[in-house]
T-cell receptor, first 115, second 112 residues
Framework: DAGVTQSPTHLIKTRGQQVTLRCSPKSGHDTVSWYQQALGQGPQFIFQYYEEEERQRGNFPDRFSGHQFPNYSSELNVNALLLGDSALYLC??????????????FGSGTRLTVV | QKEVEQDPGPLSVPEGAIVSLNCTYSNSAFQYFMWYRQYSRKGPELLMYTYSSGNKEDGRFTAQVDKSSKYISLFIRDSQPSDSATYLCAMRPSGGGNKLTFGTGTQLKVEL
């Protein structure tokens, strides 16, 4: 049973560029959340998607946007990249039927470096 | 002040030791409490979760929640080198979606 798959695993971008990260949720999961984890810090909630709509958003600027597709996979887009956007971006999937943050399965993340 | 405070360590213990990891929090609305383990270059993996106050045991792991003190703990008995990882506490309120608020994580090393 495949878990959460994220691509790419590593990415290097230049300041001002745009980036798209991708996530395929665990089989049977319908909800995708994105987190940003800076080095030496805990993950910070970016937003959550369910039924192709953004349902909840953390304290991140509009440069961060997302999308969920009918097959439940998701994309995270970041525009006008800043050096401070360098981090590990984690995708977590869950099922609305089980609910609760304890139902999350995390992917291994995409390591984004902005130079 | 951060909503969730966690000593970043690093914490180094000998194999077989009892390890105590702790978090404090300020938001009294938090009702669900979790501990995640994160190995290097991997995503967090759920270890334990508890609802409201009390204790929960699973094998070598025990989670405790003291809501009156806004303090949660994870105890690891008979620690093994394979327990070497970063341990993250996380919590969320009972309503309003599934957003988790994490601590900064404690880096643990269990030495032979």
């Amino acid at each position: 049973d495949a878990g959460v798959t994220q691509s790419p695993t590593h990415l290097i971008k230049t300041r001002g560029q745009q980036v798209t990260l991708r996530c395929s949720p665990k089989s049977g999961h319908d909800t995708v959340s994105w987190y940003q984890q800076a080095l030496g810090q805990g993950p910070q909630f970016i937003f959550q998607y369910y039924e192709e709509e953004e349902r909840q958003r953390g304290n991140f600027p509009d440069r961060f946007s997302g999308h969920q597709f009918p097959n439940y996979s998701s994309e995270l887009n970041v525009n006008a990249l800043l050096l401070g956007d360098s981090a590990l971006y984690l995708c977590a999937s869950s099922s609305q039927s089980t609910g609760g943050g304890y139902g999350y399965t995390f992917g291994s993340g995409t390591r984004l470096t902005v130079v | 002040q951060k909503e969730v405070e966690q000593d970043p360590g690093p914490l180094s213990v000998p194999e077989g030791a009892i390890v105590s990891l702790n978090c404090t929090y300020s938001n009294s609305a938090f009702q669900y409490f979790m501990w995640y383990r994160q190995y290097s270059r991997k995503g967090p993996e759920l270890l334990m979760y508890t609802y409201s106050s009390g204790n929960k045991e699973d094998g070598r792991f025990t989670a405790q929640v003291d809501k009156s003190s806004k303090y949660i703990s994870l105890f690891i008995r008979d620690s093994q080198p394979s327990d070497s990882a970063t341990y993250l506490c996380a919590m969320r309120p009972s309503g309003g979606g599934n957003k988790l608020t994490f601590g900064t994580g404690t880096q643990l090393k269990v030495e032979l």
